[in-house]
């Protein structure tokens, strides 16, 4: 014969249950706070601590892991950013391979020393990358908030953001993207829709106060740019 | 023939009973033609070409350039400006957040990301036939053996640019796609695409940025009702953000703003002028015969010649011009004389008749003004164009409608005169008289001869003829600099010139495309235009994908090819490299056709394809800022058949100048024409007198007209017949009543001051050719008046 409590579980006493839950939240808590909310204000203060730099530079390792090729391709070089002006991407490794990004023109600089590629045709797609590019390293929030749902995780001084793509056009070309860093840039991860995933890893990151000469005319494709020499540029 | 002083005599009982069976006869046929038209529903026709004789191929290049046409036709672009690129975004965001909320527009069709998409489609096509795909760049260098081609693409490889790579590096080692896809034209040249807006930078104003707003207007935007608030709305959206953004400017474009404009001046128009002549039309009646009834009358005269001539026209034509209507309708305005005469004769002040005996008494000179102007306009039916023929039709009808009524139903409707014309109305319509007596005839006639001459030659010598389409329909300069504007941002394509290319089949018009490429890019670099679209850069003829075909195979998926070189290299298994070798092999044949690629195709550029019509293939070849039209022409000439250059702007002045020729042409034959009656009626040559006062009078007008600059166009022409029509009415009427008749000569006046009061205020409107028309009666109705009291002799009387 079945008696009315026979099968189920004896209930607790009600003390134990309320130790049990304390304990239960008790565990819960560290874990939270691993993964604290990103605080809005913490948000903006990284944003604004990248975005007081006018001009950087560093070197960078691209890893390029294609789909269906077993080993990574790799290339190296160096990197300036300049607020306003653009971002100058040299690679030195394995080739030569220079190019200026700005945000209406596209200069391609096929040696170390020389004159421009002349300018081709404008493409559309190109310039939504060139734009993503240049509001990564402009720090550009809300450029990216337009065309990507971002996510934040913050780990004391580190951050990673997490971008997928909202737009369209940049659905078509990237599947997610992902940067971090802390006090500088460190890292930027780009899977493209073709199936390939690239990764740069920023190097010595550092603001710079000024840049030579020639290297500051390669951010414009006619000569006579206003190069700020060491004294004059702020770090 | 009665002489001067009207006598009231009996008229025949036969007579009368006769008219009004015709005019039943008439009423009913007309009656039984509306009705069929009615049913059958009125076709008006409103494009200028159908008055034109039909050349074979016209009718393509018609319809080809109504396509263009229509294609931005429903739609506007406004172009945010200012010096700052952001500022100009920001004022633009705020701009199309205002025009999403009307449910006339629709602001996401035309959007940078929507074209995408749609763009989407077609670059999903294009991937599928990958393999016969190549740009000509491509070509060149595979050709050439393709070196180089590998080196840059491992170089691309490591580069940040190639993350917009929409392939797979193992589907298109060397790229091949990519750089087609790239050469190909997407947005606007020069512009910049910054979220989802294009901002352009010109360098007609350098430094300053211009962010694009393309919104299509939805159906109901269509309907002419809703054209006003549309335009409205837009405006007051520009003026808003002007305000907000100072150093924006907003410019707009689009035909429904020409439209709307077009359509307010002529309201405005229409109320002054319609206003203004039938205020005074009214008036002078209730002066001169003082009741309404001879003023009911005479417009139910004119409305039944009207309805007549509107009736059978479209039942002869199957169809009723716009402009046939128009000057037709103008044309039959001398019908209104028929009644005048009528009334005047009833209400006389020396011998007042009868209702009957008044008609009796002008019947003579009535049935002559009739003849002599039927056959001024009737001549007009010998013109070799249908759209002369039309008018000349709906003119003569409409005449001997109105003319039937007069003589049917007047002496029966007409009311009792109670009293005479005023005294003064006799007073002032004498003056011309008065004044011929005092210079003295013979005086007066040299006077007129020597100025006669000095008008002969000033014509001569001064006269110009103008085509130009801009007589008729001359745009607002404001709006029309804020299109060119705007068209020089946009890239747009001109709608009126274009390359009409046909062929035999579907492949024979793409190769003949292809075979025009090159001389297009030389007319590029020559800079006879800016640019051009033709559907072959998008969709090779198959002779092309099969040459595109064995050039990659020769160069790059064949043995040894580039790619597979190229594979190993960056370390690829060999199954990669045989995979795409397989589906290379797969993909021989396998071309794209017309049909999938129209499909896929965004409508800029379906509408380049006009398919199979009437046996052959045509599409358009669409050019962007034509500079130099004669190097155009020759250039299509000398691609030989099958390729011609389409100049719509020309095709009607050549329209309107040849129209004007034969007006001008049949003028002189009506003239003539009326000459020989008038010899026949009178037996003597001296009738030909009766020629001179409208003669002499537009002899005159065209004087004045060269004098003052004013080119001479087809219009000015058409209103010379109504000044021949009036002028030989005058006269008739003078002579067959007596230079001193008073009746008649109020009549006269009357009739005169109805033509410068309905006509003559057409001067005042801002259309070229309605003003030509007005301009013209005016001053030849003045003249009339002028110079048939002098002229106008009666054959076989004593000039006095």
Request: hydrophobic share 50%; charged share 15%; proline share 6%.
């Amino acid at each position: 014969m079945l008696t009315r409590g026979a099968n189920s579980p004896t209930p607790l006493p009600a003390r134990v249950r309320a130790w049990l839950v304390l304990l239960a939240l008790g565990t819960a808590l560290p874990a939270a706070a691993q993964e604290p909310a990103p605080s809005p204000a913490r948000i903006a203060e990284i944003t604004r601590q990248l975005q007081s730099q006018s001009m950087i530079g560093g070197q960078f390792v691209q890893t390029r892991a294609l789909h269906g090729l077993p080993r990574p391709l790799l290339a190296s070089g160096r990197f300036v950013y300049w607020r306003d002006h653009g971002l100058y991407w040299e690679t030195l490794a394995p080739f030569y391979q220079a190019t200026t990004f700005t945000s209406t023109d596209l200069i391609n600089w096929p040696e170390p020393v020389g004159p421009p590629q002349p300018r081709g045709p404008d493409d559309p797609i190109q310039q939504h990358v060139t734009g993503i590019l240049l509001a990564v390293f402009s720090a550009d929030l809300q450029r990216l908030e337009g065309l990507f749902e971002s996510r934040w995780q913050l780990d004391g001084d580190a951050w990673t953001l997490t971008l997928e793509p909202a737009n369209k056009v940049v659905r078509r070309v990237i599947a997610h993207a992902t940067l971090s860093g802390a006090r500088q840039l460190r890292t930027l991860t780009v899977a493209s829709r073709a199936g390939d995933v690239n990764t740069m890893e920023f190097r010595e990151v550092a603001a710079l106060a000024g840049l030579p000469q020639a290297l500051c005319e390669r951010f414009a494709r006619e000569p006579g740019l206003v190069c700020p020499t060491a004294a004059e540029g702020a770090p | 023939m009665t002489g001067a002083g009207a006598v009231c005599s009996d008229p025949a009982r036969r007579r009368e009973r006769l008219a009004v069976a015709a005019l039943a006869v008439v009423t009913a046929l007309c009656a039984a033609l509306f009705a069929q038209a009615l049913a059958r529903g009125f076709v008006f026709e409103t494009d200028l070409q159908a008055l034109l004789p039909q050349r074979a191929g016209a009718a393509l290049e018609q319809a080809a350039g109504e396509r263009l046409f229509a294609h931005g036709g429903d739609r506007l672009v406004l172009a945010v400006g200012a010096d700052d690129a952001e500022l100009a975004l920001r004022a633009a965001g705020d701009a199309q957040a205002a025009l999403r909320q009307s449910p006339l527009l629709d602001v996401d069709t035309l959007s940078p990301a929507t074209q995408a998409a749609q763009g989407a489609q077609l670059l999903d096509l294009w991937w599928r036939h990958r393999f016969q795909l190549l740009d000509p760049a491509q070509r060149a260098q595979l050709a050439a053996g393709g070196a180089g081609l590998q080196r840059r693409a491992e170089r691309d490889l490591y580069d940040p640019k190639a993350w917009g790579r929409l392939s797979a590096v193992e589907d298109d080692p060397l790229n091949l796609f990519e750089q087609f896809r790239r050469s190909l034209p997407t947005g606007p040249s020069g512009a910049v695409l910054r979220g989802d807006h294009w901002v352009v930078e010109t360098p007609l104003e350098p430094g300053r940025h211009y962010v694009l707003l393309p919104a299509a207007m939805t159906d109901s935007a269509l309907k002419l009702a809703a054209q006003r608030q549309l335009v409205a709305f837009v405006e007051g959206i520009a003026q808003r953000v002007s305000e907000a953004y100072p150093g924006v400017e907003v410019l707009r474009s689009g035909i429904v703003f020409h439209a709307d404009r077009a359509a307010q001046t002529a309201r405005a128009e229409i109320s002054l002028i319609g206003g203004g002549s039938a205020l005074g039309i009214v008036a002078l009646f209730l002066l001169a015969f003082g009741s309404p009834r001879p003023l009911l009358l005479s417009l139910c005269s004119v409305a039944f010649g009207s309805w007549c001539a509107v009736s059978v026209c479209q039942w002869l034509f199957g169809e009723l011009h716009l402009l046939t209507l128009v000057f037709g309708a103008s044309l039959i305005g001398v019908a209104i004389d028929y009644p005048l005469h009528y009334f005047t004769r009833l209400h006389s002040r020396r011998a007042p008749c009868g209702r009957r005996r008044a008609l009796q008494a002008i019947l003579p000179a009535l049935c002559m003004g009739l003849a002599t102007t039927l056959l001024g306009y009737g001549s007009l039916a010998q013109a070799p164009l249908p759209g002369l023929r039309q008018v000349a039709c709906f003119s003569v009808i409409g005449l001997l409608g109105a003319w039937l009524f007069t003589v049917a139903v007047l002496p029966l409707a007409a009311a009792r005169a109670r009293r005479p014309y005023p005294a003064a109305l006799a007073r002032v319509a004498e003056l011309p008289t008065r004044l011929w007596q005092r210079v003295g005839a013979a005086p007066a006639r040299r006077a007129l001869a020597a100025l006669a001459l000095v008008g002969a030659v000033t014509c001569a010598a001064a006269l110009k003829t103008s085509d130009d389409v801009r007589t008729l329909y001359r745009p607002d300069p404001a709006l029309i600099q804020q299109e060119q504007r705007v068209g020089a941002l946009v890239g747009n394509y001109s709608p009126n010139q274009f390359l009409l290319v046909t062929g035999a089949s579907a492949e024979d018009l793409l190769q003949r495309e292809e075979a025009l490429q090159q001389r297009l890019n030389q007319l590029h670099s020559d800079g006879a235009i800016a640019g051009w679209s033709a559907i072959s850069q998008y969709l090779p003829s198959q002779q092309r994908q099969r040459e595109n075909h064995a050039l990659l195979e020769r160069v790059v998926y064949g043995e040894d090819g580039a790619a597979y070189a190229l594979l190993s290299r960056l370390g690829f298994e060999s199954a990669t490299a045989l995979a795409l070798s397989q589906r290379f092999a797969r993909s021989r044949g396998d071309y794209l056709l017309p049909e999938e690629f129209l499909a896929a195709a965004p409508p800029p550029l379906q509408l380049l394809w006009l398919g199979a019509r009437q046996g052959s293939w045509a599409s358009m070849i669409a050019l962007r800022g034509v500079a130099d039209l004669a190097t155009l022409r020759q250039a299509a000439l000398a691609a030989g058949p099958g390729v011609v250059f389409v100049d719509r702007v020309a095709a009607i002045s050549a329209l309107l100048q040849h129209q004007s020729q034969q007006a001008a042409l049949l003028l002189l034959v009506a003239y003539g024409g009326i000459c020989l009656l008038l010899r026949w009626r009178y037996r003597s040559w001296a009738a030909l007198r009766l020629v001179l006062a409208p003669a002499l009078a537009s002899l005159l007008t065209l004087t004045l007209l060269a004098a003052a600059g004013t080119p001479l166009t087809l219009f000015h022409l058409f209103a010379l017949f109504l000044v021949l029509g009036l002028g030989m009415d005058y006269s008739l009427f003078i002579a067959d009543a007596g230079q001193r008749d008073p009746d008649t000569l109020v009549a006269i006046a009357l009739s005169a001051a109805t033509s410068g009061l309905s006509f003559g205020l057409l001067a005042l409107s801002s259309t070229p050719m309605v003003q030509a028309f007005g301009v013209t009666v005016l001053l030849g109705s003045a003249f009339n008046l002028l110079l048939a009291p002098l002229l106008a002799v009666r054959p076989g009387a004593p000039a006095r």
